[in-house]
């Protein structure tokens, strides 16, 4: 019988791992998920490494090398993350070189998520260091961020556009694409050498309207219907932007298109099916970056995505708005949300990498 990452992979949908440590590096759990559960990439950001690198064992060598030479915890952070990631890359490779997916996403500082010039200039850094060309370097898709991703794209960065929410939003995202792309293409660089993905997330998008729509009369109607509507409109956009003309010079030129990947696909109600975020996005030419939970759930799923029926976006969103719910402001929410909590991330694995190289070994 065959199951739903075999259907995924039929239908055009690459999947992905939301998760990396340096445990699943070193005893072959990330080698067996790209030989046995179609894993194609690789995202992370400062939560996942501040889950995977708070209190485990297999980082103590490189800490130590780290406190001999007398690295700051900065330096040490930074050479912790990029080290995994580096790795990561070299062990997806292969199908990168086979003009498959084979990418790692890496973040900049989140600290510098309303700062454009700290963003490139990290995004630079973290280029040069990792130094893979099947590297993503993800940057947060804020209002004052967009110059910051036209940059890296014109330089010839690639890019992983992340913390998306609202479906307008990803639109600014996907011109943004096109001016960095077209800046690249007149200053004569290999258009088919640039990766962009644009990462729209989900679930939260569900936890904050239903959040919302909980002390209403509408709630069981409508509950758990924002995330996918707004990612499905994001979709829209996407089949009407590869038409205009700006994008079709680029793909003549051998760009190559910035796909939707969409984030965020665990489930944080429990009383959902742990594949919702899966199966209502099986959509040809899109990414689905999962974590360790959602892709074993969905490994173990035999019905078919295509089996799934969802209603019209438009139709779904206009329901919300009539209830009450100011879209706008949920989404303007949720990206200020998600900007503090990844500083919040980082700042508490720069405080426990301190104290590792303060102690003695």
């Known amino acids: 019988m065959t199951d739903l990452l075999d259907d995924l992979v039929r239908r055009g949908v690459s999947v992905w791992l939301d998760d990396l440590d340096r445990t699943a590096l070193l005893d072959g759990?990330?080698?067996r998920l790209i030989r046995c559960r179609h894993?194609?990439?690789?995202?992370?950001?400062?939560?996942i490494f501040a889950r995977s690198i708070t209190g485990s064992a297999a980082y103590d060598a490189q800490l130590n090398e780290l406190r001999l030479r007398g690295a700051s915890g900065d330096e040490a952070r930074r050479a912790l993350t990029a080290r995994d990631v580096r790795t990561a890359c070299d062990l997806l490779?292969?199908?990168?070189d086979e003009g498959g997916d084979g990418l790692v996403s890496i973040e900049v500082d989140p600290r510098f998520a309303y700062d454009a010039?700290?963003?490139?200039?990290?995004?630079?850094?973290?280029?040069?260091?990792?130094?893979?060309?099947?590297?993503?370097?993800?940057?947060?898709a804020t209002k004052a961020s967009l110059p910051a991703i036209g940059a890296c794209l014109a330089e010839g960065i690639s890019v992983n556009v992340t913390l998306i929410f609202s479906a307008e939003r990803y639109a600014e995202v996907f011109d943004?694409?096109?001016e960095g792309m077209t800046r690249a293409a007149e200053s004569g660089r290999d258009l088919r050498r640039i990766v962009s993905v644009a990462s729209l997330f989900v679930s939260r998008v569900d936890t904050?309207?239903?959040?919302?729509?909980?002390?209403?009369q509408r709630f069981a109607e409508l509950r758990g219907r924002a995330a996918?509507?707004?990612?499905?409109?994001a979709a829209e956009i996407f089949a009407r932007r590869i038409q205009e003309p700006?994008?079709?010079?680029?793909?003549?030129?051998?760009?190559?298109?910035?796909?939707?990947?969409?984030?965020?696909?665990?489930?944080?109600?429990?009383?959902?099916?742990?594949t919702r975020y899966v199966t209502g996005l099986a959509i040809p030419g899109t990414i689905n970056t999962m974590p360790m939970a959602t892709l074993e759930a969905v490994a173990k799923q035999t019905t078919a995505a295509s089996s799934t029926t969802w209603l019209d976006a438009a139709t779904e969103l206009k329901a919300l708005t009539d209830a009450g719910i100011e879209l706008d402001r949920v989404m303007a929410q949720l990206e200020t949300d998600g900007v503090e909590a990844f500083v919040e991330a980082w700042a508490a694995l720069g405080a426990t990498i301190a104290h590792r190289l303060a102690a003695r070994p």
């Open 246 to 274: 700006g994008w079709l010079e680029l793909r003549a030129a051998g760009a190559r298109p910035q796909r939707l990947l969409w984030a965020s696909t665990g489930v944080k109600d429990l009383a959902y099916d742990a």
């Open 93 to 96: 490779r292969p199908p990168f």
């Open 29 to 31: 759990t990330l080698e």
């Open 228 to 233: 996918l509507a707004n990612a499905r409109r």
């Open 117 to 140: 010039d700290a963003t490139l200039a990290d995004a630079r850094a973290l280029w040069w260091q990792v130094d893979r060309p099947n590297l993503l370097i993800k940057i947060p």
């Open 39 to 47: 894993v194609s990439g690789v995202t992370t950001n400062p939560v």
């Open 176 to 178: 943004t694409f096109v």
């Open 208 to 216: 904050a309207v239903d959040n919302l729509l909980r002390p209403t």
